[in-house]
């Protein structure tokens, strides 16, 4: 049985726990969050596995085996006291493998505030909650290849994860950590471009949800590099020609680009 701690119970924890509580891992949960509600949404995805709920953070440090750092990067710093982590740990063999969610915080400022070498941090996004997340993951060079393995498994069980380098998970988080944000705006426009020729609003959002879904799905499954997919839609002199058209001379790419640039300096700003 391997003992799974969260410090903070919010969404991202809750789809993280739904994931690995829907494997066959023989896991337990212990949970410190200072909203009950948040504990008790935590609960409800978890399959029916234990949750124990914590009298404290140093507690979930104590007795887990891992450690997942859920809270804002904003909390870091309240939610982890150096020395009652240290007192927490002090009578165990092996402290416990730290797991940090937390955009931008990095791993020698989790070391260092935690007293523990073995972290890792992982970039999730919102789309793990229906398992089809993209998530980024870089560890300490004390982390052993077991662990890594392990946590990589775990993350899987919401979606793809790919390992990178720590100096790249802010790009990661600027790019698929914040992405869902910008394909919802994406879909609105869309279906609201719709809208503005005619179609009703539900038929324009269902139109528009599935478009982004089968374009990815096909964009994933064939391979074939979006540049191609693109030009195959696209009729010397039909209409996505002239769409496209319309979307360059409103600086769609550069758009797209600086959104991703700007979330990957605001997460640097986090750190
Ligand atoms: N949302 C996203 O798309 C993504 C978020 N992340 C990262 O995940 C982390 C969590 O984000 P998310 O799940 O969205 O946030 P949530 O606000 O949903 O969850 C954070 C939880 O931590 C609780 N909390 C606050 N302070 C403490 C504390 N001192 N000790 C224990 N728990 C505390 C909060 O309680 P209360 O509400 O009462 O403050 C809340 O329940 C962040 O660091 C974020 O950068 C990573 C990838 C994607
Ligand atoms: O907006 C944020 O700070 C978090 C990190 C990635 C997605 N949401």
Same mark, same amino acid.
Request: charged share 20%; net charge negative.
């Given at each position: 049985?391997?003992?799974?701690?969260?410090?903070?119970?919010?969404?991202?924890?809750?789809?993280?726990?739904?994931?690995?509580? $829907?494997?066959?891992?023989?896991?337990?949960?212990?949970?410190?969050?200072?909203?009950?509600?948040?504990?008790?949404?935590?609960?409800? %995805?978890?399959?029916?596995?234990?949750?124990? %709920?914590?009298?404290?953070?140093?507690?979930?440090?104590?007795? $887990?085996?891992?450690?997942?750092?859920?809270?804002?990067?904003?909390?870091?710093?309240?939610?982890? #006291?150096?020395?009652?982590?240290?007192?927490?740990? $002090?009578?165990? #063999?092996? +402290?416990?493998?730290?797991?940090?969610?937390?955009?931008?915080?990095?791993? %020698?400022?989790?070391?260092?505030?935690?007293?523990? #070498? /073995?972290?890792?941090?992982?970039?999730?996004?919102?789309?793990?909650? *229906?398992?089809?997340?993209?998530?980024?993951?870089?560890?300490?060079?004390?982390?052993?290849?077991?662990?890594?393995?392990?946590? %990589?498994?775990?993350?899987? /069980?919401?979606?793809? *994860?790919?390992?990178?380098? #720590?100096?790249?998970?802010?790009?990661?988080?600027?790019?698929?950590?914040?992405? +869902?944000?910008?394909?919802?705006?994406?879909?609105?426009?869309?279906?609201?471009?719709? *809208?503005?020729?005619?179609? +009703?609003?539900?038929?324009?959002?269902?139109?528009?949800?599935? /478009?982004?879904?089968?374009?990815?799905?096909? $964009?994933?499954?064939?391979?074939?590099? +979006?540049?191609?997919?693109?030009?195959?839609?696209?009729?010397?002199?039909?209409?996505?020609?002239?769409?496209?058209?319309?979307?360059?001379?409103?600086?769609?790419?550069?758009?797209?680009?600086?959104? *991703?640039?700007?979330?990957?300096?605001?997460?640097?700003?986090?750190?």
């Amino acid at each position: 049985m391997i003992s799974i701690g969260f410090v903070g119970a919010g969404q991202m924890a809750q789809a993280l726990a739904g994931g690995i509580a $829907a494997s066959d891992a023989d896991v337990a949960f212990i949970v410190a969050d200072p909203s009950s509600d948040a504990i008790e949404a935590f609960s409800a %995805k978890t399959n029916s596995r234990s949750v124990e %709920k914590a009298d404290s953070n140093a507690d979930v440090f104590a007795s $887990a085996d891992i450690v997942f750092l859920a809270v804002k990067p904003q909390y870091f710093v309240a939610a982890t #006291e150096t020395e009652s982590i240290k007192s927490a740990i $002090a009578g165990r #063999e092996n +402290p416990p493998l730290v797991v940090s969610i937390m955009a931008g915080v990095d791993i %020698k400022s989790i070391q260092s505030r935690t007293a523990i #070498e /073995t972290v890792i941090r992982v970039m999730p996004n919102t789309p793990c909650l *229906v398992g089809a997340g993209a998530c980024g993951m870089s560890c300490s060079d004390q982390v052993a290849e077991a662990d890594r393995d392990r946590i %990589k498994a775990f993350m899987e /069980t919401t979606g793809i *994860v790919i390992p990178v380098a #720590e100096n790249l998970l802010d790009a990661v988080t600027g790019l698929s950590g914040s992405g +869902p944000a910008y394909i919802f705006e994406l879909i609105d426009a869309l279906a609201l471009g719709g *809208v503005k020729c005619g179609l +009703p609003r539900n038929v324009s959002d269902q139109l528009a949800a599935q /478009t982004v879904f089968g374009a990815a799905k096909l $964009a994933i499954e064939s391979g074939d590099h +979006p540049s191609v997919l693109r030009d195959r839609v696209t009729s010397p002199g039909g209409t996505t020609i002239a769409g496209l058209k319309a979307l360059f001379d409103n600086g769609f790419q550069q758009s797209i680009i600086s959104a *991703v640039e700007a979330a990957t300096e605001r997460s640097k700003e986090l750190g």
